[in-house]
Structures are given as structure tokens and as C-alpha cells.
């Protein structure tokens, strides 16, 4: 039988594509930041990522590092996780945000994209989460949550298309494959699936009309905003939800069934 190893007053969360203003990945690092945790931004923008640290860090007054890597190349992340490391408390938590859209129609999608879409997506994925897991499995105390999205669940229909669902598609056999192999070891992996949620990466900054139309046929009559993805994000991660594994969270405002 598996015993529960309490969570350390010191830990560390890891956030790959964390570090653009406007993100899931920086409104996550702020909700962490704000519950005690020291922060690591992992983002192949290493400037974005030192300042959204440094921001945090001064703002929340927790220790706060960012670090330039491409969650799709496994020395990158080793060398960054390493520098993590050397530097901040014991990794507790890994978030993999990391993302990028793909709105090509099917017909038009070349093997390059097809492929960089993967690789970032699914690949960096399993990179990052490989890498921190040697250090949760010899602690007996691990938390990650990965991030799929609503178009894997309905197949595309926000604004990213077959490449993107597929990926995201990947991140839920993912996560449920990897938590039957380390639940022994007192670690949780759990996916969420949001539906549109208020930032630039549908092709910039949302403006009001695509805002109000992308709302209609969401229950809740709006697209979601960040600070809600971080919250439920900050709550899977967090100490109360050690019973919590291999489940996909949907946060859609209902667009789900609608
Ligand atoms: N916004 C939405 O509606 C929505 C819905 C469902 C899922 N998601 C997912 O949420 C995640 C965050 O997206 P967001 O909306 O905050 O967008 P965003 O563009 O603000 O954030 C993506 C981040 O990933 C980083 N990144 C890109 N390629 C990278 C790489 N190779 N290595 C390391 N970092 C890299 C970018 O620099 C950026 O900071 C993505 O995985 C996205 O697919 C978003």
C-alpha cells in the first residue's frame, strides 16, 4: 500500500509556456505564486520568461526563476530543469503549457507543420515530464497537469484544426497512461481541456466581435478567462487533490454538450 508523503513548505512548481503576458501559463504562475510556491517559468522566450520571474517573484515575494528552452528538445529541458534545480526548492509540480495553434485546414497541412505542432504539443509534453519525474519518484511526491483542450473532446470548431486536435487528442492517452505508471510512486498527472479562454494565441488578442462570437453556443454565454483555467490548474496541483489522477478536467462554460 502507497503512504502519503506531505507536501513540503518548500517546493517548487515547473510552468513551460509561461512566460507571454497574456497566457494561461503566466495567470497559473501568479496563482501558484500567490498559494507559497516558488515559481520556474520554462518558455523558449528566455527574456519573456526572466521578466515574467522576476514580476512574480517581486510582486508575490516567493523565489522565482525563468529559463529559455524548447520543451521539444530534450537537452534544452534537461539543461533547464538542471538550472531549476540548482536553484529553487525540491520540483512538486510540473505544468506543461507549453503550446502552439495550428489553424491550417487539413488538406493544406505539410509534414513540417503537422510535425512542429507535435513536437511541441505532445513531445515537449513528454520530455519535460520525463525529466522532472526522476526527482518526484525519489520523493514519492509529484503533481502534473498537462493541458489539452476542448478541440481534442469535439474535434477542432474553436480555431485551431485537425494537427492541433489530434495533439491535444495525444495529451489525454497521455496523461492516463503515465498515471497508472506512477501512482505507486505518490505522484498524480491529470489533464484539463479548456474551451476558448481569453488570450493571443487564436491569432492575436481576441477582439469584442470574436469574442461575442465565438460566446454563442457556450452555455455561459463568454469565452473563459485565464485566471479561471489557473485556478483549476492551481487546485489539481495542489495538496488537496492527492486522490485526483488520470482525469481531464473540462473547463468550457458547457460548450462541451452544447
Ligand atoms: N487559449 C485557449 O483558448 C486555449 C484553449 C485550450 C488549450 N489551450 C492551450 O493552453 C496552452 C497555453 O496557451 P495560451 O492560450 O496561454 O497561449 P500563449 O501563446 O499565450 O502561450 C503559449 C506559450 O508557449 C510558449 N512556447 C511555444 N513554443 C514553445 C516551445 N517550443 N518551448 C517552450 N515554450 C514554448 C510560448 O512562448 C508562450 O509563452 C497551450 O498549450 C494551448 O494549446 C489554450
Redesign the pocket.
Known amino acids: 500500500m502507497t503512504s502519503i508523503t506531505p507536501f513540503p513548505t518548500e517546493r517548487t512548481v515547473v510552468l513551460?509556456?509561461?512566460?507571454?503576458a497574456?497566457?494561461?501559463?503566466?495567470a497559473a504562475a501568479d496563482r501558484l505564486a500567490s498559494e507559497g510556491w516558488s515559481i520556474a517559468i520554462?518558455?523558449?522566450?528566455a527574456e519573456?520568461a526572466s521578466a515574467a520571474a522576476a514580476e512574480i517573484g517581486s510582486n508575490r515575494a516567493v523565489k522565482a526563476i525563468g529559463v529559455g528552452?524548447?520543451?521539444?528538445?530534450a537537452a534544452s529541458v534537461d539543461r533547464a530543469i538542471t538550472e531549476i534545480e540548482g536553484a529553487l526548492p525540491p520540483i512538486v509540480a510540473l505544468a506543461n503549457?507549453?503550446?502552439?495553434?495550428s489553424p491550417t485546414p487539413f488538406m493544406e497541412t505539410t509534414v513540417e507543420e503537422w510535425d512542429k505542432v507535435f513536437?511541441?504539443?505532445m513531445r515537449?509534453s513528454f520530455i519535460v515530464s520525463q525529466r522532472v519525474l526522476k526527482g518526484m519518484i525519489e520523493r514519492k511526491l509529484g503533481r502534473i497537469v498537462s493541458?489539452?483542450?476542448?478541440?481534442a473532446q469535439r474535434g477542432g470548431g474553436?480555431?485551431?484544426k485537425v494537427a492541433?486536435s489530434a495533439s491535444?487528442a495525444g495529451i489525454i492517452g497521455f496523461t492516463r497512461a503515465l498515471a497508472r505508471e506512477v501512482g505507486e510512486f505518490g505522484v498524480t498527472v491529470n489533464a484539463i481541456?479548456?474551451?476558448?479562454?481569453?488570450?493571443?494565441?487564436?491569432g492575436g488578442t481576441l477582439s469584442e466581435d470574436r469574442k461575442a462570437q465565438m460566446s454563442e453556443g457556450i452555455m455561459m454565454g463568454r469565452?473563459?478567462s485565464?485566471e479561471e483555467?489557473a485556478a483549476l490548474i492551481a487546485f489539481l496541483l495542489g495538496p488537496d487533490a492527492g486522490y485526483i489522477t488520470a482525469a481531464t478536467y473540462d473547463i468550457n462554460g458547457g460548450l462541451q454538450v452544447s
Do not use: C, E, Q
Open positions: 513551460t509556456g509561461a512566460a507571454s497574456r497566457g494561461i501559463g503566466r520554462l518558455d523558449i522566450n519573456d528552452a524548447d520543451v521539444s528538445d503549457l507549453a503550446g502552439i495553434s513536437a511541441i504539443n515537449g493541458i489539452s483542450s476542448i478541440s474553436t480555431y485551431s492541433y491535444k481541456a479548456p474551451g476558448p479562454i481569453d488570450t493571443d494565441i487564436m469565452v473563459g485565464r483555467v
